[in-house]
């Protein structure tokens, strides 16, 4: 109970010193990012929406960097799944997050017209050696001039298991194998000291041979000689971000991560994850401000609150009920034609179902049926709508924030261009005239913008 006690006092802590939100972009390489109508609604539409035309993303990454965004981020999934009635039609009728090209070029390719703001992208540790890891994320490091960000995932697909040719390891098992994969990345990225390079002419010294070693790693998973051929990035290894939501998950982001997106349509819900991953960082000795937490938000801007609700049931309408069951499947590598539509998710006891059970419940507390959860996870995979007036989208940012304690929110949009747009032009200067955000940048790495409190 003392425990406790004191976890809570150190969480009231926090957010009480919390001056600033932190606000971040969810990105895709895709047609659609967390909504499914997001390609066919008519503002896309009308603006002539490329997803796969490289420029848009510089676009996205200049505009987020007008709003002194933290950073954007690149979800990505490396398959295509025919969970749902055992077929790939579903997704690829309704575009449920496939196609998906790589995003990680495109990092180097965005930062080649910013300065300040983060690159992130989502690079799985199931299908890849620690090695080639740390030399592209060093690599990426030293492009982006220390803005760079890895999202760390352990695939839970077995369709992207299945196309490494592998089968899907046990929740346990990933995580482990994630533990020591980025201890190897973390012992590579050291190989170098700071000052190894010296780049003496005169004497023809490169770099001091006394300041590279080798590793000599071997574990249960990775072998690794070392050491690493390329030299300590600005960031020594980028900013590493973090989604878990499993107890397993939610130690390694509390290990590892500066930065977590959370997925957690309730407030209550929200507080209680804060509370998890803030608790287990003081238990690791590590400052629980030091890793900021990021819940999603879908914000839906209009001139009025009757504009906006409008535009709400224009674009969730825009969403098929079987797009919504064939990315629900996906995401929970569980059929949902296996269910009735009009069962009630809480009430199932399949295991598949667990990591997401804080999705299947409204607002109110009230649950949800099968088609009601999948309608929701088509439109918007589950954050919150916020929809209104900038004034009152922020006042519903504001209430989050004060009974979550999070510190600050990923915003996904509902059409692309325009509605990132929108929030950097009509949101961000209402969240300035409150003091609720910055109103310039402060450090030069991924990790310094991060923590930046004034």
């Not at 505009?63 to 009635?85: P, R, S, W």
């Not at 090695?131 to 982006?144: G, M, V």
């Not at 878990?244 to 209680?272: C, E, L, N, V």
């Not at 009920?321 to 009009?342: E, K, N, T, V």
């Amino acid at each position: 109970m003392l425990k406790n006690s004191k976890k809570k006092s150190a969480r009231e802590s926090i957010v009480k010193k919390q001056k600033k939100i932190n606000l971040a972009q969810f990105l895709v390489h895709g047609p659609t990012y967390h909504s499914l109508g997001m390609w066919r609604h008519p503002k896309t539409i009308d603006r002539g929406y490329e997803w796969d035309r490289p420029e848009l993303y510089q676009h996205i990454a200049k505009v987020c960097e007008k709003g002194l965004f933290d950073t954007v981020f690149f979800a990505d999934l490396n398959y295509i799944a025919d969970t749902f009635t055992g077929s790939m039609a579903p997704s690829l009728r309704y575009a449920t997050q496939a196609p998906e090209h790589d995003p990680i070029p495109l990092l180097s390719f965005m930062s080649a017209v910013t300065k300040k703001i983060g690159l992130a992208a989502t690079f799985s540790v199931s299908h890849s050696h620690p090695f080639y890891a740390a030399r592209l994320w060093a690599t990426l490091d030293h492009l982006t001039r220390g803005r760079a960000g890895w999202n760390v995932v352990t695939s839970i697909n077995s369709n992207q298991a299945a196309n490494y040719g592998e089968e899907r390891q046990s929740t346990d098992r990933r995580y482990d194998r994630a533990h020591e994969f980025i201890d190897v990345c973390q012992k590579l990225w050291n190989s170098w000291d700071e000052d190894a390079v010296v780049m003496d002419h005169d004497k023809a010294v490169f770099a001091d041979p006394t300041k590279v070693r080798r590793i000599e790693y071997s574990g249960e998973f990775f072998k690794s000689r070392g050491p690493l051929n390329v030299t300590r990035s600005p960031q020594n290894g980028p900013a590493i971000l973090q989604a878990g939501t499993s107890a397993k998950g939610q130690d390694f982001a509390a290990k590892y991560a500066d930065a977590i997106f959370a997925i957690q349509p309730r407030a209550s819900d929200a507080a209680k994850y804060f509370d998890s991953i803030k608790s287990r960082m003081s238990d690791l000795g590590r400052d629980p401000d030091t890793c900021k937490i990021l819940f999603g938000m879908q914000p839906i801007i209009g001139s009025s609150e009757a504009e906006a609700l409008e535009r709400q049931e224009e674009h969730n309408s825009l969403v098929p009920l079987d797009g919504g069951m064939a990315i629900l499947s996906a995401h929970l590598d569980f059929d949902l034609s296996r269910i009735s539509p009009d069962a009630l998710m809480t009430e199932r006891e399949e295991p598949e179902l667990y990591r997401m059970r804080t999705r299947f419940r409204k607002i109110d507390g009230a649950p949800m049926t099968v088609s009601e959860v999948a309608a929701r996870h088509g439109q918007s995979v589950g954050l919150p709508q916020f929809v209104g007036t900038p004034t009152s989208i922020v006042d519903q940012m504001q209430a989050f924030i004060d009974e979550v304690g999070g510190d600050g929110f990923m915003l996904t949009a509902i059409h692309s261009p325009g509605a990132i747009e929108d929030f950097v032009d009509l949101v961000v200067p209402e969240l300035q005239r409150r003091g609720m955000f910055r109103t310039e940048y402060k450090g030069t790495t991924q990790r310094e913008i991060l923590n930046q409190h004034d």
